[in-house]
Structures are given as structure tokens and as C-alpha cells.
């Protein structure tokens, strides 16, 4: 079946360093890939998507590129900020069900930022 | 415009007991799903609802069921609790796209349910 593997956390880093959060996934066919944030309390909030090959989703400064030929969806930004801090999760949509979509997730990766 | 709402925010039951939690979607969505996240963990996909029926369902027993409104909103229903059915219960709506492309979702605060 459908799965997402994140790189495990947590992750800290210093205001204004370059932030990278790798994500691989193994899925049938031509998944959607997402990336969703968690802050403290709570729901996930949508960060970015990419719903075909080579497509580079962005928001916020956070950006991500489907690469097909290597299965992954890697999340950078080039400067964090204090603000960044949260559980950041990958996620694959897949296609069964006709158009009712369901997300599959990655267990999360903790990001804190230390001013 | 509201969100998706979900209620209550935190309950405590035991063992054996049933719970019942409630979700309002986003105005327009007409699609709802669920989704249980542990503690420390990525949500997994419980069930989601259309037009009031089931459509898609997750590796979860049937002790876990649901129902969808004609307004949209649903419940979800967990009996029979065990400690492992712990954890933050999201609901999620969209609407159905018909066309390429992602259909996103829009996730509530969640439930956060402890079992004693």
C-alpha cells in the first residue's frame, strides 16, 4: 500500500539557517504530495502541494518539488524563523475511490527554531 | 467564514464506554473524513462520508463507525473503548472534485480523547 517516510526528528535550528525536511514515498500510480503544518494545539493547517511531476509547490517561503524518478518531496526554506516552530508532516493523496481523496501521512517531524 | 468545527474539544471516558464526537465542515465542503493521530504520530485515515454514506474506510475496526447529515455535518462513533483508542480525532472536509488535480483538505482542532 501507499507510504510516506520523513526524516526523523526533531530538528533544531537557529533563527536564519537554511531548513531542509526530506520526505520519500512509495505509492501506486500518480499520487497528489502535500505538506501540512501542526502548530502547538492545534489542527493541520495546508502548507504546500504539488500534484504532478516536477511541480514545485510553495508557500509562506517553504517550498517543495515532486520528483517522480526519485520518489520524494523534500521541504527547504532558506531562512527560519522563530515562528517556524512546529510538527511539519508529508502527506500523499491517492487516487482510489474515484475523486474522493484520502491522505496518507508521515509520522512528523518537530522543527524548533531557537532566536 | 467558519472552519471546521469540531466538538468537544477534550473528553475522558473508560474502558467499555462509547464516545461520540462531532464535526461541522467548512461551508461548501460536502465531504467529510476522519482521521485518529496518536500521540507522536502522523494522522491514519479513519472512514470518509458523501451524500450521508460511507465511501472509503481505513484499517480500523468496526467498532469505530460513523454517520453523515443532511447538512453535512457528522459524528463519529467509538465503542467499546480501549486505552489504545487514546489519541486526537480530526475531521477533515472537501469537496468533491471531478477534475485533475488535488482535492485538499480542511482539517479541524480535533478531538483529544483519553481512555482510563
Known amino acids: 500500500g501507499d507510504s510516506v517516510t520523513q526524516m526523523e526528528g526533531p530538528v533544531t535550528l537557529s533563527e536564519e539557517a537554511f531548513l531542509t525536511i526530506n520526505c520519500t514515498y512509495t505509492?501506486?500510480?500518480?499520487?497528489?504530495l502535500f505538506w501540512y503544518v501542526q502548530y502547538p494545539g492545534e489542527g493541520l493547517q495546508l502548507l504546500l502541494k504539488?500534484?504532478?511531476?516536477?511541480d514545485k509547490g510553495s508557500n509562506k517561503g517553504f517550498e517543495a518539488t515532486y520528483r517522480k524518478e526519485t520518489t520524494s518531496f523534500h521541504l527547504e526554506k532558506g531562512s527560519v524563523q522563530v515562528s517556524d516552530s512546529a510538527v511539519y508532516f508529508c502527506?500523499?493523496?491517492?487516487?482510489?475511490?474515484?475523486?474522493?481523496?484520502?491522505?496518507?501521512f508521515g509520522k512528523g517531524t518537530l522543527l524548533t527554531v531557537n532566536p | 467564514d467558519a472552519g471546521v468545527t469540531q466538538s468537544p474539544t477534550h473528553l475522558i471516558k473508560t474502558r467499555g464506554q462509547q464516545v461520540t464526537l462531532r464535526c461541522s465542515p467548512k461551508?461548501?465542503?460536502?465531504?467529510v473524513s476522519w482521521y485518529q493521530q496518536a500521540l507522536g504520530q502522523g494522522p491514519q485515515f479513519i472512514f470518509q462520508?458523501?451524500?450521508?454514506?460511507?465511501?472509503q474506510r481505513g484499517n480500523f475496526p468496526d467498532r469505530f463507525s460513523g454517520h453523515q447529515f443532511p447538512n453535512y455535518s457528522s459524528e463519529l462513533n467509538v465503542n467499546a473503548l480501549l486505552l489504545g483508542d487514546s489519541a486526537l480525532y480530526l475531521c477533515?472536509?472537501?469537496?468533491?472534485?471531478?477534475?485533475?488535480?488535488?482535492?485538499?483538505?480542511?482539517f479541524g482542532a480535533g478531538s483529544r480523547l483519553t481512555v482510563l
Open positions: 477533515a472536509s472537501s469537496w468533491v472534485t471531478r477534475g485533475a488535480g488535488a482535492n485538499v483538505l480542511t
Open positions: 462520508y458523501y451524500e450521508e454514506e460511507e465511501r
Open positions: 461551508s461548501g465542503h460536502d465531504t
Open positions: 505509492a501506486t500510480g500518480y499520487p497528489s
Open positions: 504539488a500534484t504532478k511531476a516536477d
Open positions: 502527506a500523499l493523496s491517492d487516487r482510489s475511490g474515484g475523486s474522493n481523496y484520502k491522505l496518507t
